[in-house]
């Protein structure tokens, strides 16, 4: 079973052991695309919906999410799904009214499948605890059923985000939380419920007998409190129209000037009669762009500002808590109790091979410091030439060959001690360069030349024979004498 595979903490992988089998309640709007997105997901396998609607009641699934017949048909009732398909979690998307969803949760509970469901009034189960059959939580235990309810408000743009934003500050003394949403990119179900077209007077009217108006922004509001610890002494809500200031559309259809355009909504908490708690929600057609803005007045200081696209954002957030209720602790829960690890899919992911790491990472250093090595043993073997050179008591009136046959021979035992060098640690070799001090390299400055004829006539030996009176002025020729220490100076010439 899936509830076998536990996740690790930190930043261990986490994976699951299996795909985790999965049911829909609810075929509306957001039903939909958490049905498109679970056949693509690979960390779950869809193995059935369910639906009252007669007029998707026994279809194929693909033919209502336009992906044609894949084999999947649609239950007409909640326990019927759960009794053949046999998921573990069930994803309940059908309505914001605790009441009107208990029957579903209770029928979940006695088949023992997990609970993640979009609605917004359960996101704060205090208050949901009073809108539900008595002792639904401690039944829930008792069946080791977990019930979550997520999205992306509630649930995190204006909740969950806000409280992880706060952990990076102290001292914390007010937090204020806004959120702008585009009514008019939205789905005609959101533009009925922020009283699109209403006068003025339907949409108070509206408020009152609760028709419209966004569910669960004061549910936010005291999952802040309670994830930073702050009691509130009193809260409050309101609601007011945003009115078209010239026609424009909608989906629901044309919007003319004077009438709703959308709602903006505000809930503050209060502690010792101070306001620290303020949350602002402003949906409406023809707004600029969406906006989500969190100001922490603290030590430091936090300000957030960036976009969460609502629907987009809810089906991924719904997938991820199926992810993870399968391990969580069973009870009502809340997002505040989710963790922050998400589970691979199940599949086995060939790793990056060590030795291909090793092969492109470890060799560069490792061929870096041999070339040091090589240069410093090069740097070791290249003086000793001409230190045995200046020790030999070769004459520098012979012919060129004989000085072939010393070079040689000099040559040889350098070689040798190159070697030598290799063999014993650099530290003790060390003291062989001080060999030859300058004092002692005074007398060789008569025989540099006849070194440097032996260079030349290799070149052009008949030239170099002639000029030799030109090379009798040593002083000018002892400072190329040194230069001949090194392999190159037949070239400066």
């Known amino acids: 079973m899936c509830s076998e595979a536990g996740y690790a903490v930190g930043f261990a992988a986490v994976r699951l052991e299996e795909k985790i089998r999965i049911g829909i309640v609810g075929l509306g709007w957001v039903g939909q695309e958490v049905a498109r997105a679970a056949l693509e997901d690979p960390r779950v396998t869809l193995v059935g919906v369910a639906d009252r609607d007669p007029m998707k009641a026994g279809r194929d699934l693909g033919?209502?999410?336009?992906?044609?017949?894949?084999?999947?048909?649609?239950?007409?009732?909640?326990?019927?799904?759960?009794?053949?398909?046999?998921?573990?979690?069930?994803?309940?998307?059908?309505?914001?009214?605790?009441?009107?969803?208990?029957?579903?949760?209770?029928?979940?509970?006695?088949?023992?499948?997990?609970?993640?469901?979009?609605?917004?009034?359960?996101?704060?189960?205090?208050?949901?605890?009073?809108?539900?059959?008595?002792?639904?939580?401690?039944?829930?235990?008792?069946?080791?059923?977990?019930?979550?309810?997520?999205?992306?408000?509630?649930?995190?743009?204006?909740?969950?985000?806000?409280?992880?934003?706060?952990?990076?500050?102290?001292?914390?003394?007010?937090?204020?939380?806004?959120?702008?949403?585009?009514?008019?990119?939205?789905?005609?179900?959101?533009?009925?419920?922020?009283?699109?077209?209403?006068?003025?007077?339907?949409?108070?009217?509206?408020?009152?007998?609760?028709?419209?108006?966004h569910a669960g922004l004061s549910a936010s509001m005291r999952l802040i409190a309670k994830g930073l610890g702050i009691p509130l002494d009193k809260t409050a809500e309101a609601f007011s129209p945003v009115l078209a200031a010239s026609p424009t559309t909608s989906v629901l259809g044309a919007v003319p000037s004077g009438r709703v355009r959308g709602l903006y909504q505000i809930a503050r908490g209060y502690r010792g009669g101070r306001e620290v708690i303020t949350l602002e929600l402003t949906m409406a057609l023809d707004e600029e762009r969406g906006k989500d803005t969190i100001n922490i007045v603290g030590e430091p200081p936090i300000h957030f500002e960036g976009e969460l696209p609502g629907d987009p954002c809810t089906v991924a957030a719904v997938l991820s808590a199926i992810a993870v209720v399968v391990n969580m602790q069973p009870g009502l829960r809340t997002v505040l109790d989710v963790p922050l690890e998400q589970p691979e899919e199940p599949e086995a992911v060939t790793p990056?091979?060590?030795?291909?790491?090793?092969?492109?990472?470890?060799?560069?250093?490792?061929?870096?410091?041999?070339?040091?090595?090589?240069?410093?043993?090069?740097?070791?073997?290249?003086?000793?030439?001409?230190?045995?050179?200046?020790?030999?008591?070769?004459?520098?009136?012979?012919?060129?060959?004989?000085?072939?046959?010393?070079?040689?021979?000099?040559?040889?035992?350098?070689?040798?001690?190159?070697?030598?060098?290799?063999?014993?640690?650099?530290?003790?070799?060390?003291?062989?360069?001080?060999?030859?001090?300058?004092?002692?390299?005074?007398?060789?400055?008569?025989?540099?030349?006849?070194?440097?004829?032996?260079?030349?006539?290799?070149?052009?030996?008949?030239?170099?024979?002639?000029?030799?009176?030109?090379?009798?002025?040593?002083?000018?020729?002892?400072?190329?004498?040194?230069?001949t220490q090194s392999p190159r100076p037949e070239s400066e010439d």
């Open 63 to 213: 033919e209502i999410i336009g992906e044609g017949r894949i084999g999947i048909s649609i239950d007409c009732d909640v326990k019927t799904m759960l009794g053949r398909a046999r998921p573990e979690v069930a994803v309940v998307c059908t309505t914001s009214d605790v009441e009107v969803l208990g029957a579903s949760l209770e029928a979940c509970l006695d088949h023992g499948a997990h609970i993640v469901t979009t609605c917004e009034n359960l996101a704060d189960p205090e208050m949901a605890l009073s809108q539900l059959e008595p002792g639904f939580d401690e039944r829930a235990r008792d069946a080791g059923v977990v019930v979550l309810a997520t999205g992306v408000n509630p649930g995190f743009a204006m909740d969950r985000l806000p409280v992880m934003l706060a952990q990076v500050t102290r001292n914390i003394r007010r937090i204020r939380i806004s959120r702008v949403v585009n009514a008019s990119t939205r789905r005609a179900q959101l533009q009925g419920k922020i009283g699109v077209g209403m006068t003025p007077h339907g949409f108070s009217e509206a408020i009152k007998a609760g028709e419209i108006g």
């Open 352 to 483: 990056r091979p060590l030795a291909a790491r090793e092969a492109t990472q470890l060799p560069t250093p490792a061929r870096s410091v041999r070339a040091r090595r090589r240069r410093s043993e090069r740097a070791d073997v290249r003086p000793a030439d001409p230190v045995e050179a200046a020790a030999s008591d070769a004459p520098a009136n012979k012919k060129v060959a004989t000085k072939k046959k010393a070079a040689t021979k000099n040559k040889a035992p350098a070689k040798k001690k190159a070697a030598t060098k290799k063999r014993a640690p650099a530290k003790k070799k060390a003291p062989a360069k001080k060999k030859a001090p300058a004092k002692k390299r005074a007398p060789a400055k008569k025989k540099t030349s006849a070194k440097k004829k032996a260079p030349t006539k290799k070149r052009a030996p008949a030239k170099k024979k002639a000029p030799a009176k030109k090379r009798a002025p040593a002083k000018k020729k002892a400072p190329t004498a040194k230069a």
